[in-house]
Nanobody, 126 residues
Framework: QLQLVQSGGGSVQVGGSLSLNCEVF??????????VGWFRQAPGKEREFVAA????????TYADSAKGRFTISRDNAKLTTDLQMNSLKPEDTAIYFC?????????????????WGQGTQVTVSS
């Protein structure tokens, strides 16, 4: 069993920056086989992929909406993942979730993620 605990987020004006953090707890996390990803869900919309990082290789994948603005990173010693979000737009407003699953690639497919964080609200106002 794994537990993911999120922190960060909040409210910011258009063009501002926010950082999200996700810490993984549990002995079954496999540094060689796990991927950590970030997803978001806006009111009335389906959950969508934002970014992911394959833990061992460090390979990253971004949604088109995140490319050039968001950066995902990991701290191997702390088992934490950060999502740095810059140049935020109102359409970035959503609840953000981190998740992890057994995948050696930084997959966009949410069905490959088995454990999810509690969610963190991000609000961007104009």
């Amino acid at each position: 069993q794994l537990q993911l605990v999120q922190s960060g987020g909040g409210s910011v004006q258009v063009g501002g920056s926010l950082s999200l953090n996700c810490e993984v707890f549990g002995r079954t996390f496999n540094r060689y086989r796990n991927t950590v990803g970030w997803f978001r869900q806006a009111p009335g919309k389906e959950r969508e992929f934002v970014a992911a990082i394959a833990w061992y290789s460090g390979t990253t994948t971004y949604a088109d909406s995140a490319k050039g603005r968001f950066t995902i990173s990991r701290d191997n010693a702390k088992l934490t993942t950060d999502l740095q979000m810059n140049s935020l737009k109102p359409e970035d407003t959503a609840i953000y979730f981190c998740a992890t699953g057994r995948s050696v690639i930084s997959t966009m497919n949410d069905s490959e993620y088995d454990y999810w964080g509690q969610g963190t609200q991000v609000t961007v106002s104009s």
